[in-house]
């Protein structure tokens, strides 16, 4: 907590604490069995416990669905920020709060290599548009 507690201070800014990844190397420590439950679980319910002020939210991407909702029903009001969407419906039903609010989702690949060419800007552009739409679809909207 010493770590987080400064951030706290600034009432409007906030903080994302790394809680699980999608890579394969944060298997080593993120799936780490603590009293029967993977270390990121320990982790999200730590962040849980910090966020007195509203000001936290938990790292955790969104190719692992289920973990992801195994995290949102640990820490139903937290916001997380999701890089790596992989199945964009499993990942905003699995994630989304009770609003159908909560996550702030990442897509930068998608977008990045929309096109290599002059039309760069504008295949970005419908990309991102497409993966809001889909988003919102995902969300009921």
Not at 39 to 55: D, I
Not at 98 to 118: D, F, H, P
Request: proline content about 4%.
């Amino acid at each position: 907590f010493d770590s987080v507690e400064p951030y706290l201070e600034y009432p409007d800014k906030g903080a994302f604490i790394l809680c699980r990844t999608s890579n394969k190397g944060g298997d080593d420590f993120q799936m780490l069995n603590c009293g029967g439950r993977p270390l990121y679980h320990v982790v999200a319910e730590k962040v849980e416990q910090w966020n007195t002020t509203g000001q936290l939210g938990l790292v955790i991407g969104g190719t692992y669905p289920k973990e992801l909702a195994s995290v949102r029903a640990l820490t139903p009001e937290l916001n997380f920020l999701v890089p790596g969407i992989g199945d964009i419906n499993a990942c905003v039903q699995s994630g989304m709060n009770a609003q159908k609010t909560g996550m702030v989702i990442n897509s930068s690949r998608a977008v990045l290599y929309a096109s290599s060419g002059e039309d760069f800007k504008e295949k970005a552009r419908e990309v991102a548009m497409q993966t809001r739409d889909a988003i919102n679809a995902a969300r009921g909207l």
